[in-house]
């Protein structure tokens, strides 16, 4: 009974030990596949290229793009999202039951403006279909996303209107301003 203990405690020593060498040992090449990355530099920001994504790290925090700063240079923003910085409450507002989903963009833009200690307030751009959330009126900073036509960024009063006519338009719109807001682009 004893000797299978002791086979047992011995068994379980040996399994956390390889367990444990193989965490240390994972994050050796972990640090060695980052190192492989493509790197690329833009406005002396380096970029970390992976298969399906653009890294970036601003201020020791992590941001991914699906988008090169590069491939966005010919959208312009005729509101500088750098002015909203010490805002006490900013809108990001949709239009209910659109043809386009904005909860991914939200939450990114959401994330980012929190961070820097902005207070948001989501909105809707109608009342109908719209839950107990404010409707948006832009005589205050906010940020309309919405499916259109043609895409474009237009500036309404405070409003920074992002429309899109599809899910990846609305995914550079979103990006390009994220990417001003770190100061990647201008």
């Known amino acids: 009974m004893v000797n299978k203990v002791k086979a047992m405690a011995w068994f379980i020593i040996i399994i956390m030990s390889f367990s444990i060498l193989g965490f240390v040992g994972g994050s050796f090449f972990t640090a060695a596949a980052t190192a492989d990355q493509d790197t690329e530099t833009y406005n002396g920001n380096l970029l970390f290229k992976s298969s399906t994504y653009w890294g970036i790290n601003s201020n020791g925090q992590w941001y991914y793009f699906s988008n090169h700063p ?106 390009r301003l994220i990417y001003r807001f770190l100061g990647i682009m201008s």
């Not at 895409?151 to 990846?168: G, K, P, R, S, Y």
């Open 70 to 175: 590069k491939d966005l240079e010919s959208i312009a923003l005729p509101i500088d999202p750098l002015t909203w910085l010490g805002t006490p409450k900013l809108y990001i507002a949709y239009k209910p039951n659109d043809n386009i989903n904005t909860t991914e963009q939200i939450t990114q833009l959401s994330s980012m403006f929190a961070q820097y200690g902005t207070r948001i307030q989501s909105a809707c751009t109608v009342d109908e279909g719209c839950p107990d959330i404010p409707l948006i009126k832009c005589d205050a900073p906010g940020i309309i996303l919405q499916h259109a036509d043609s895409t474009a960024l237009i500036q309404e009063q405070e409003c920074l209107t992002l429309n899109a006519a599809n899910d990846e338009d609305l995914q550079k719109l979103t990006e």
